[in-house]
T-cell receptor, first 112, second 109 residues
Framework: EPEVTQTPSHQVTQMGQEVILRCVPI?????FYWYRQILGQKVEFLVS????????KSEIFDDQFSVERPDGSNFTLKIRSTKLEDSAMYFC??????????FGSGTRLTVV | AQRVTQPEKLLSVFKGAPVELKCNYS??????LFWYVQYSRQRLQLLLR??SRESIKGFTADLNKGETSFHLKKPFAQEEDSAMYYC???????????FGKGTSLLVTP
């Protein structure tokens, strides 16, 4: 069964540094997403991406965040100048046109 | 505005007992509703979606538009059902999922 792949599984970074989280969505999917889950809290939507542009974003997704699909397979989330409160599990997801949202296994980001 | 409410943070039942995880929603249009399950240290997995009206691992969920609910039910809980369960809502295909806070189900022998 096709999977959404995320790397790395765990990233530790110093406050103020930039991080890039990587995702390889399912190849024939059209919509790509990033979600985050702060420890003990609900899964929160960050951004959706369709046709090479952001289609929807939450209030969490401010200028600190950016997404990119640099080639035909990767989908990245960049967090500039990380803060302690950015520590969370970040999930990538993709879907076609049939509501088949598929999530990756997540990247645990720890900002120290 | 969209909202998904899962009133129970933790639900503990004995093996073999029926289980119902509650989910209520608010949405002005016609929502698409899902249940996701997250086993310990694993990824979020789609369990059910209301449009397919299927039963997965013995779980069912019926959309009740009058009560704006999409409760997840299983007649006989198993220990392997212990996990975190999230109810989620989407407005349209391709739109973001709005998750509830989740209910941790613990099935004890």
């Amino acid at each position: 069964e096709p999977e959404v792949t995320q790397t790395p599984s765990h990233q530790v970074t110093q406050m103020g540094q930039e991080v890039i989280l990587r995702c390889v969505p399912i190849s024939n999917h059209l919509y790509f997403y990033w979600y985050r889950q702060i420890l003990g809290q609900k899964v929160e939507f960050l951004v959706s991406f369709y046709n090479n542009e952001i289609s929807e974003k939450s209030e969490i997704f401010d200028d600190q965040f950016s997404v990119e699909r640099p080639d035909g397979s990767n989908f990245t989330l960049k967090i500039r100048s990380t803060k302690l409160e950015d520590s969370a599990m970040y999930f990538c997801a993709s879907t076609g046109d049939n509501y088949g949202y598929t999530f990756g296994s997540g990247t645990r980001l720890t900002v120290v | 505005a969209q909202r998904v409410t899962q009133p129970e943070k933790l639900l503990s039942v004995f093996k073999g007992a029926p289980v119902e995880l509650k989910c209520n929603y608010s949405y002005s249009g016609s929502p698409e509703l899902f249940w996701y399950v997250q086993y310990s240290r694993q990824r979020l997995q789609l369990l059910l979606r209301h449009i397919s009206r299927e039963s997965i691992k013995g779980f069912t969920a019926d959309l009740n538009k009058g009560e704006t609910s999409f409760h997840l039910k299983k007649p006989f809980a198993q220990e392997e059902d212990s996990a975190m369960y999230y109810c989620a809502l989407s407005g349209n295909s391709g739109y973001a999922l709005n998750f509830g806070k989740g209910t941790s189900l613990l099935v004890t022998p």
